[in-house]
Nanobody, 123 residues
Framework: QVQLVESGGGLVQAGGSLRLSCAAS????????MGWFRQAPGKEREFVAG????????YYSDSVKGRFTISRDNAKNTVYLQTHSLKPEDTGAYYC????????????????WGQGTQVTVST
């Protein structure tokens, strides 16, 4: 298993930006597809973005496409989520996720979770 620790969340006004980071340790990071999920209060956890093990392939939910960018640095064992044009509906706990050799595109496919970092977008 790989251990994940997120950082970079916070309070931001609508239209603003945040960069989330997820540091991995344990098994070889470059073996894992990585993803970001989020969960708003009272709602189910949902997929936001994913990236394959090499970083060459990325995928996004329709709600964030064009506003968020996922990237990874395998030399630093870190995956990032750059967010722009944030909206109040982007508010929630953001979780880093790992899946061995594949992108974790669903909650059930995740091998390891981080503890989450809170993003709050005010109007």
């Amino acid at each position: 298993q790989v251990q994940l620790v997120e950082s970079g969340g916070g309070l931001v006004q609508a239209g603003g930006s945040l960069r989330l980071s997820c540091a991995a340790s344990g098994r070889t990071f470059s073996w894992y597809g990585m993803g970001w999920f989020r969960q708003a209060p009272g709602k189910e956890r949902e997929f936001v973005a994913g990236i394959n093990s090499s970083g060459a392939g990325t995928y996004y939910s329709d709600s964030v496409k064009g506003r968020f960018t996922i990237s990874r640095d395998n030399a630093k064992n870190t995956v990032y989520l750059q967010t722009h044009s944030l909206k109040p509906e982007d508010t929630g706990a953001y979780y880093c996720a790992a899946r061995f050799t594949q992108i974790p595109a669903t909650v059930g496919a995740v091998d390891s979770w981080g503890q989450g970092t809170q993003v709050t977008v005010s109007t």
